[in-house]
């Protein structure tokens, strides 16, 4: 059994037990999680298919912990003109734990 949520702008694939990171959450580690935007559900070749979402479908996380990625580096550099600039970013998660799929 899987289901495909939405959430932070982006969608995932899920499966009960799956560890996953998603944009930053407003919650405490250890707190639960209700994802309620579903957009699919796989329940052994049954599909559910949402027109945008599933009604009453949704998938409860709990949250392990935030942190956040390895640094990305951006260079930008011009040949001729002797331009060239260096940026850093670390892009902030939350890491949640898939607890249980409810159709």
């Known amino acids: 059994m899987f289901a495909i949520i939405k959430t932070g702008g982006k969608q995932y694939r899920v499966s009960e037990g799956d560890v996953l ?3 930053t ?3 405490d580690p250890k707190q639960a999680v209700t ?3 579903v957009l699919l559900i796989d329940n052994n ?3 559910q298919i949402g ?3 599933v009604a009453g479908a949704t998938v409860e996380a709990e949250v392990i912990t935030h942190d956040r990625a390895k640094k990305v580096i951006i260079f ?3 040949k001729t003109t002797t331009y060239q600039r260096t940026q850093g970013h670390r892009q902030n998660y939350t890491e949640v734990r898939i607890k249980a799929i409810k159709a």
């Open 76 to 78: 930008k550099k011009k």
């Open 51 to 53: 027109k945008p979402t």
């Open 21 to 23: 990171r998603v944009e």
């Open 25 to 27: 959450l407003e919650k």
């Open 45 to 47: 070749g049954e599909l």
């Open 35 to 37: 994802f309620d935007q």
